[in-house]
């Protein structure tokens, strides 16, 4: 039996918008094992955002269990949802969020500055993952020096740094144009095939054809969850 990763549990987010509630996350119940690669797709408003802030930590449920990694973090403080999320949780960003004026390698190395890893280490580690993006020579450089799809090689190097359990991409390529969207994408394959557990949130079917796992979100709800052919099958 393989091994859960996230596990959630009749999971609630409501918001009161004026007299109206909200409910963006509407009973999802979900379970994802370590090494597989899943999308959850869904239209702007569907509720995948929602669902991608508590799976990667940034949110709690109104109600509902979240565990990640067996931990429920749904009772967690801000301290502790901070310290989970930079124990186990890569993030990839649309926009990379890489920060201007560090140069690559100060970008990777600063969620192992964050979590107290010593300098040499840090250093050390943050090469070893620019090496992998296939960016270790720019080291020095800052990040407008870059394309878009070399500054989105850094983000990945930026989440691969501290080793996580999850690598969770937010439309990883919104901003790049096809040509560099499919080597991301490539990329992120080959992660998974060396068994690194990869969930990207898309609005976009093409792009979460390319998982193996699809998990459809509309109106809160999950109303697919599936294998990719039969996801195909349904389009």
């Given at each position: 039996m393989e091994e859960p990763l996230i596990e959630l549990r009749h999971i609630y987010k409501i918001y009161q918008m004026g007299d109206e509630e909200v409910r963006a996350s509407d009973d999802v119940s979900l379970t994802?094992?370590?090494?597989?690669?899943?999308?959850?797709v869904g239209k702007s408003g569907s509720g995948k955002s929602t669902l991608m802030n508590i799976i990667g930590a940034l949110d709690v449920p109104t109600e509902g269990e979240y565990l990640l990694g067996g931990e429920d973090t749904s009772e967690m403080s801000d301290d502790q949802l901070a310290h989970i999320r930079n124990k186990m949780i890569g993030f990839i960003f649309q926009q990379y969020n890489l920060l201007p004026r560090c140069n690559l390698l100060e970008n990777v190395e600063l969620p192992l500055l964050y979590a107290g890893v010593p300098a040499g280490e840090r250093r050390?580690?943050?090469m070893e993952s620019l090496r992998r993006v296939g960016l270790e020579e720019k080291w020095r450089n800052l990040p407008a020096q870059l394309s878009g799809g070399q500054q989105q090689r850094v983000s990945i190097a930026r989440a691969l740094a501290g080793n996580p359990s999850l690598i969770l991409a937010d439309e990883p390529t919104g901003a790049l144009d096809s040509k560099t969207s499919r080597e991301v994408l490539d990329f992120l394959k080959e992660l998974?095939?060396?068994?690194?557990?990869?969930?990207?949130?898309?609005?976009?079917?093409?792009?979460?054809?390319?998982?193996?796992?699809?998990?459809?979100?509309?109106?809160?709800?999950?109303n697919f969850d599936g294998d990719v052919n039969e996801y195909a099958a349904i389009l």
């Open positions: 994802i094992c370590r090494g597989e690669f899943v999308a959850v050390e580690r943050a998974n095939r060396e068994g690194n557990t990869i969930v990207i949130i898309t609005h976009d079917s093409s792009i979460a054809l390319e998982a193996r796992r699809v998990v459809r979100i509309h109106d809160g709800k999950i």
